[in-house]
């Protein structure tokens, strides 16, 4: 019989999807056959995977509007740990899919295909029966496959109000037959407080499942927790099977929570040893509605780059000089094109992209932002005019559908067609996931230095490719060309080592080749598998 895990956890971002990661690459180091599952997820950072129905020798549909029936998407963390379990990841790890895209409004997505956008109440109304028989399936066949079914919940296993209808929680451990390793995180405060309550208010019958908590994200010293650790498991019953610290393997974000609020300055990057004046800086607009920031984590990672989130905030715009201080641009993926391009224009963005002399790049609804104009713009909702004009900065014009495209693509790289990308050669690989179509106006002298999902023109590139500065020939071109723009001696990493993804407090040094090598020494240092039973032992 397959055998599941439920990763719960009393709160959201308590380190589910890193400790499920962990376990997944620990299994298949061990060669057990593993599969990672969420139910219902909400993340706009998505992945485009395979459907488990999809026919690999079938490529004569993919041109089609929505590009076929092979592909569907699922959020970030799913894919992750489908890496991490070495399998190849497919929608059935994540069936239910919502995308949020503001005013309570969420698109969702069904075993990888788009269905309607909905507020949580149409959604719980109308749908979720359908949504739970999706997941159910779903996880049957992976159980089919599988020896082990590593599972994902969603927020906090103790919300009461929703224990009705608590796809990722509830109904995943019943359904699944599911044993719960339940995760606080300490970093916030009120750990042992939060892990009780959470044990008190779940069903009786999932109480019976939880085989262990584990308090993740701590900073200091262990034995400090003991007297804490002693008594809540007198008062519960429940072993607490380790203290992870502080420690991050390098996993992609699932969510935006790890982000600056829109109306907030952020940096991610920065933590390296590089001096100053050596230092790359990109300029992200915060969009109201970001998705797939993951995109610009590979930047992020570079040594002597801070990928800057600069505010957008209508309330507050800034003047024409908002970007002298950085020394590229990259507009990221949005939920909500037309909003977005509202509201930068709202906050001041378009005068100071049109003042900025350095590099400019514009990913998937980026992209759709720096052209002339969007038609059929009413298709996404907004209330507003069916052409909306854009920032103006590229001369293509995008035009809305309702089918979503998704792809896993590689196009060929032509380095010459921008000095953006100058030198890069080879291949670029990634994953379209758009419902937009962008064509170049029938008078421009546009290039496409990245095929057909691509135009760039002078100093500015647009691309529909997510995953784009994941290639390193890419990335290397795009900061190398930033470099020379900005008059900067870009450092090499062999130059600095940085902090070699040590924990931040310094409290934990992860090896491994791959993020999911060092999730996987992080869990298993620091819990004991051995109470978990086979075939974690």
């Known amino acids: 019989m397959t055998r599941t895990l439920l990763v719960a956890g009393t709160a959201s971002h308590v380190g589910k999807s890193t400790i499920a990661a962990g376990l997944c690459r620990l299994l298949a180091d061990r060669g057990v056959s593993v599969a990672p ?20 020798d079938d490529t004569a549909h993919e041109a089609e509007p929505g590009g076929g029936d092979r592909w569907g998407e699922i959020g970030v963390s799913q894919f992750v740990q489908a890496r991490a379990a070495r399998m190849t990841p497919t929608t059935d790890c994540n069936p239910v899919l919502l995308k949020p895209r503001g005013d309570g409004e969420s698109q969702l997505v069904l075993g990888g295909r788009a269905v309607d956008h909905f507020t949580a109440g149409t959604y719980y109304e109308s749908h979720w029966k359908r949504a739970r028989t999706a997941a159910k399936d779903s996880f049957d066949r992976l159980a089919a496959d599988h020896d082990v079914v590593v599972a994902e919940g969603a927020g906090s296993i103790g919300e009461i109000n929703l224990h009705d209808r608590d796809l990722a929680n509830v109904e995943t451990a019943q359904f699944a037959d599911a044993d719960v390793l339940l995760l606080v995180d300490i970093e916030r405060g009120g750990a042992f407080a939060s892990l009780y309550g959470t044990i008190e208010l779940v069903p009786d019958d999932l109480r019976d499942r ?8 701590f900073r200091g010293d262990p034995s400090l927790l003991e007297p804490g650790i002693e008594e809540i498991e007198s008062r519960t019953g429940v072993p ?60 992020a990672s570079e040594p002597g780059v801070s990928v800057i989130y600069l505010p957008v905030d209508p309330d ?8 002298a201080d950085v ?15 509202l509201a930068l224009r709202a906050a001041g963005f378009a005068d100071a992209l049109y003042a900025f002399d350095g590099p400019v790049v514009g990913l998937c609804g980026g992209y759709q932002l720096l052209g002339e104009r969007i038609t059929n713009a009413a298709l996404e909702g907004t209330g507003t005019d069916d052409v909306v004009e854009g920032l103006g900065l590229l001369p293509v ?12 693509t590689t196009v060929s790289i032509d380095g010459s067609a921008t000095p953006i990308l100058e030198g890069a050669t080879g291949t670029a690989s990634g ?21 057909d999902s691509s135009a760039a023109c002078g100093r500015v590139l647009g691309t529909y490719l997510h995953g784009l500065f994941d290639n390193d020939s890419v990335r290397g071109a795009f900061l190398d060309s930033v470099a020379a723009t900005a008059g900067v ?49």
């Open 489 to 537: 001696d870009r450092p090499r990493p062999s130059e600095f080592s940085g902090t070699d993804n040590d924990s931040a407090s310094g409290s934990a040094s992860l090896v491994g080749a791959t993020p999911y090598d060092r999730a996987a020494t992080l869990v298993r240092a620091h819990v004991d598998l051995e109470s978990l039973g086979e075939p974690f032992v």
């Open 37 to 56: 599952f969420k139910a219902q997820n909400m993340s706009n950072n998505a992945r485009v995977v395979l459907r488990p129905d999809a026919d690999l």
């Open 431 to 451: 994953y379209e996931i758009h419902a937009g179509r962008t064509r170049p106006l029938s008078d421009a002298d546009v290039r496409q230095p990245l095929g």
């Open 316 to 323: 507050s715009p800034v003047d024409e000089r908002a970007l």
């Open 240 to 299: 607490i099977l380790g203290v992870v610290p502080y420690a991050d393997p390098g996993l992609p974000e699932e969510d935006s929570v790890g982000l600056p609020g829109a109306e907030e300055r952020g940096v991610h990057g920065g933590d390296d040893g590089v001096p100053d004046d050596r230092r790359l800086r990109i300029g992200v607009p915060r969009l109201p509605r970001i998705s797939n920031a993951t995109d610009l984590e590979a930047l």
């Open 397 to 408: 014009e995008t035009r809305f559908e309702p089918d979503k495209r998704l792809e896993q």
């Open 327 to 341: 020394d590229a641009v990259v507009l990221p993926g949005t939920k909500n094109t037309v909003d977005d391009l």
């Open 210 to 217: 939880i085989v262990g908590a584990l308090i993740t994200k």
